[in-house]
């Protein structure tokens, strides 16, 4: 499993990728430059699998984060209330999977979902419009230009109702869309795994997944650096 970060800046799109070659990355916290911009914003990203019963965690990444992007939180659309009032500081965007059926809500557990939290004291932002339930972001609104930042869970190698090579396509239209104005920072689970063949922090060979990453990024010259020499850890 992979934690991508990536950015879009001024007709190139580079990235900035944390990759555990163990068999879970569980969360990351990072605190990203991209160039003066967004100097000094914490950006979290934790696949929570499951916001009801992770919720006590999130509460201490909230602390030391002003972005929190979360994964698989698990949430029926009418329970958007619980991330809304999860913390005060905080504000929401969030998707849900297409894949439930709201009569099954406290009675079945949800599956999927994407969030992100940002801390509305220090970021003043709108939400982008994605029709994906595995995409959510916004546009942080500066005095230079507006930075986007996109929350995604690509789906994972056997999933059965979401297809890899179509969420890559509708995230591939999202960054294109918003990097005409902007630097564009990608954050979340890729599923993926990338092998030696990518660079010489890879490890084995890339899955099915991997093959697919790299491609993406290529076509849309990326670069991830975790995978090359320059990244340590």
């Known amino acids: 499993t992979y934690i991508i970060y990536m ?18 990355v569980k969360f990351m916290i990072l605190q990203l430059l991209v160039m003066s911009v967004v ?7 934790w696949n929570i699998r499951g916001l009801k019963t992770n919720d006590a965690y999130l ?13 698989e939180h698990f949430l029926y659309e009418q329970e958007l209330p619980i991330l809304q009032n999860l913390d005060p ?4 965007v969030a998707s849900f999977s297409k894949n439930l059926d709201p009569m099954n809500c406290g009675k079945k557990m949800g599956q999927g979902g994407v969030a992100l939290l940002y801390r509305h004291s220090l970021i003043k932002a709108v939400e982008l419009k994605s029709n994906s339930d595995r995409l959510c972001g916004i546009k942080i609104v500066t005095e230079l230009q507006p930075i ?4 995604m869970y690509l789906p994972q190698s056997n999933c059965y109702i979401a297809a890899y090579d179509q969420v890559l396509s509708e995230l591939g239209e999202l ?3 918003c990097s005409v104005n902007g630097p564009v920072i990608l954050i979340g689970d890729a599923n993926a795994h990338l092998g030696s063949e990518a660079g010489p922090r890879g490890w084995g060979s890339s899955s099915l997944n991997g093959v697919k990453l790299q491609h993406f990024a290529h076509i849309n010259s990326l670069t991830i650096p975790d995978v090359t020499a320059i990244c340590t850890g």
């Open 7 to 24: 950015y879009r800046y001024r007709n190139r799109l580079f990235a900035l990728c944390n990759c555990s070659f163990s068999v879970m």
């Open 89 to 92: 500081r905080f504000h929401v």
């Open 175 to 177: 960054v294109q869309g």
């Open 148 to 151: 986007h930042v996109i929350c």
């Open 39 to 45: 100097s000094n914003i914490r950006i979290t990203s």
């Open 59 to 71: 509460y201490k990444l909230l602390d030391e984060c002003d972005i929190c992007c979360i994964q």
